[in-house]
């Protein structure tokens, strides 16, 4: 099992960076798949980056594809997402997600372990 803590969540201008993190307890962080999910006041949750076991690969939703980096330091049991050029739009609590599946785990419904979400607004 493990368990996950998201942190740099917070409040930024249109056009800004945020670094989200998100750390795993546990020793066997390397082989689980990460990803983040957010989710929007009165929207659906939104499946939106994620990576493989070994950070090989990466999936991001179309809307921020060129502008948020997924990463991961299997040392330190983190993982990252990078934002920027930011947009009000990306405003919604992120969560971070863990799953035992190995592969492209491109999918929420994949993902069994979650965090409590970081509050990430932009403003116009």
């Known amino acids: 099992q493990v368990q996950l803590v998201e942190s740099g969540g917070g409040l930024v201008q249109a056009g800004g960076s945020l670094r989200l993190s998100c750390a795993a307890s546990g020793r066997t962080f390397s082989r689980y798949g990460m990803g983040w999910v957010r989710q929007a006041t009165g929207k659906v949750s939104e499946f939106v980056a994620a990576i493989t076991w070994t950070g090989a690969n990466t999936y991001y939703a179309d809307c921020v594809k060129s502008r948020f980096f997924i990463s991961r330091d299997n040392d330190k049991n983190t993982v990252y997402l990078q934002m920027n050029s930011m947009k009000p739009e990306d405003t919604a609590v992120y969560y971070c997600?863990?799953?035992?599946?190995?592969?492209?785990?491109?999918?929420?419904?994949?993902?069994?372990?979650w965090g409590q979400g970081t509050q990430v607004t932009v403003s116009s």
């Open positions: 997600a863990a799953t035992q599946i190995e592969g492209r785990t491109w999918s929420a419904e994949l993902y069994n372990y």
